[in-house]
């Protein structure tokens, strides 16, 4: 019995449900499927189509609903009854539906007996969704059963397109042991269950692994950052302090041994210079010794000159007197002979040619030897005989005041061999002017544009770097600094043997040979100077001065030479000239015969006396020359001492100042090593500890260098700078450690749950051998009923998983012995389908223990012709289970042949609330007619 309250557009109605074959017919949207909504509602199932319970529920407007049903709980042969404790014939199924908080909720009560709906809404034992389901399948309402129930509109043929894999498990479903079933299920979903813990576990591992490596990198890191932090800060803290300290303390020892040379040379110096001054007060007392002697010489030359010029015009007299007789003698044989006075007067005019021709060479030998004779004498003090130009320009400056000196008197060279190349070099600038002060400039080159000098006059000077080897400086001293760019010009020539020597120079590489041959940026010439033109150093002006001596004695041999010559020319010249005039030899000669004769007779002690004189002067003159030479050296000299002098004082003065800004230095640095060690560990200023830091960082810049890279790598570098990134490495070492602990102990479980799954699928295989084999029984024995053949293949099934999973249950059915068929193998027709699924879903609910069943089938005879609606209707028949069928009223009324209980649903009005109560027929089987049309008296 079924009653139903407020489902859907019905108010109420009660029908019975207890014929073995129930029809439900109306027209299309009357409620068929409504009302088996309602039962399957009732029953805890879905609702067809996608529908809900709900839906139904609010069509009416009503804020609850019923639905109530009487079924049997009739105990069976050695079984309990079905709602066990429940012992009652029968029972009341209901299902309240109401609203709460906004929505729609339903409630389940089962209760022992035929229960009205009244006393259920106060007395009931309400149950939820869950737990009235249980109870249900506990009742024998199985899932293979809900599923049978669940089938749509038309699907009643669905069984037969089952694969074979589903239907044996459909039909373990139905038949199989549950609590097997359930052993091995659960024995399956625990080993699964602990396969995918394993699984998830390994993962959590090695998830916790891969965070584990993370951890000790972000440890290494933080570690790393705190080493360089503290390398950083042990660089910045002590090592750097101390490699300061070190090399503070190798700078005092140092400046301490510095000093102590410098005093050393200190006291070297000023010793070297009392000693100079003292060599100097000597010789300006000897240069004054010297000034007075040549002074005496002065004097007795004076004296022997006169004394010799006196005795020598004596004997010069006695001998020209003599020469005039011995002319008379030769004019008075000449006489006696003849005169031919046109060829006197012709020699006449030659011998006044050839007097004049030697005056003439005479004087311009007495100048170039006065020219000689002054530049010997400056080359002897120590000068230099300068172009006219030159001297007045420095006579010009020196008029203004300017202290300066020429560029050839501060150069020496130290390699004679090498003096033609410096010649060569510096043959144009030997008349440049170096000031000594830069600030005279203005005035010396006021001075060089009125008197339009054509040389440098330099005001700057510099001091001479470091000569570069086998450069031209290398083999140069200056006396004083020179102007920057000549050391620079000079340290930038390189000295080569020869040209092939130079030509392997680099290309832009100047270069000068020996003799002069010379290469620059423009190319390469010969520039070579004569050795008698040197100007630059020593060794020119002791050329020069040895020189001019060889070329004033070879002025003074021509000199007498031409002297000889001019006395006898004059003296042919007096004859001829007395030949032509007419005197009388031989008178001249008798009237002075007494003069001749006194001449003869003193002339041998006039010459003896002339040559005494003469010997006397000329040792008067070496004595003199001896006198001026010694002067001379000696004032060289006293200007070298006094030179060095000066350059010493001046050099003092620079040392002494060095050395008091030194010792300064050396006391800031002594107190700043003080400074430094006070708060230092004894150890760090021992010496070993100095040594110690020293060997590590030789340098306190290399310790700046390491200290700017580690911060360059701090600043640059991605670190790890949380402190607890070493916690929590240890708390993942630990849960990783603890993790492998417990996979070990899953593992062993794992392997447990493995042997109790094999054992439990033992066990289901003989169930489900076991099953197959009543499902077989089964479905032949209703295939015999409606006339068909039916074969059942058992499947293969061994204790493996695979296997079972890839196990079927294969049905053939023979159709008026025409061959069997497969399930769904396209060879059925539409009726033979509909048999097929009706054999194989009754064979589901045949069992021995509890005959019977309950099936909804929608529309199982759409599609069939009139003979196969009667053939599954007399299986339907033949069958002991309870079918409740839908169908529209359009069919065959052969359809109602295998009913006797019609349902009749009706549509609702229009503008009226509730539809028709459903009106049932019960069927007559003695009179074996089709029922009449429903009527509304006969349904109510």
Known sequence: MLEVVHWDFWQRFTLPLDSNIVTIVGPNGSGKTTLLDSLRTLLALDCSSGRDYKRYIRHNGKPFAWLRAVVGNRR???????FFPLTDECVTLACRIRKKAGDWIREYAIESGDVPIEPLESHANWLGVTDYRLLLEGAGLTRAIKRVLSLEQGDTDKLCEYTPKQLLELVFDVFGDKEVLDNYLRAKAEQHEIARELESLEVDRAQLGTRLGEAEGAVNSYQEWCRIKAELAALEAEWLPRVELAELMEVIQRGRNSLIGRRRDLADKREKLESLVAHRTALESAIREASEEEARGRDDHGVAERAFLAARDRARDGERLLGERDRFERLAREQAGGVNVAELTREEETVRQRIARLQNDEHGMKERLEQLTAAIAAWKSGGRLHPPLVSEFRAALDRAG?????????????????????????????YVVVLADPNARRVAWEIGERMRYRHFVVPDRASVPTALRDSLLEVVRFSADPPGWVAHLLNDIRRVKDAQAGTALAHHQAWITRDGYYRERRGARYCGVEPREYAFGEAARRRLLDEGAAEQKLLSAELRRLASEYSSASSRLGEIQSLLAGVDAVKELSARAAEFAHAERHLPGWRSAAQTAADGLTQRQAEERQAMERRIGLGSQAATVSKEV????????????DYEVQRREHVARILDARAKRRGMPRAWCARSGLAEAKNRFDTAKAVGFEVERLRTRLDQGQWVT???????????????????????ARREHHAEAVRVADNARAAYINVLRATVRQYGRNVRSLGELAGIGVEVDPPHLENDDVVLAQAGLIVKFDFDQKGFIGLNDGEASGGQQVMKSFILLVGLMMDEARPGGFVFIDEPFAHLDIFNIDKVGAFLDATRAQYILTTPNTHNINIFRPSDLTLITGKRRPKETWAPPVAFLRRDRLTDRPPPAPSETSAS
């Open 76 to 82: 069976t042969a050695g079984a309990r009854p079905p």
């Open 402 to 430: 300017v202290d300066h000196r020429m560029l050839a008197e501060i150069v020496e060279v130290t390699e004679e061999e090498w003096q033609g190349a410096l010649e060569a070099v510096l043959a144009p600038f030997r």
């Open 722 to 744: 949380d402190e607890r990134v070493i916690a929590k490495r240890d708390k993942l070492r630990e849960d990783h450690e603890r993790l492998g602990s417990t996979l070990s």
């Open 646 to 657: 000066r350059e010493l004082e001046q050099e003092l003065g620079g040392l002494g100042t």
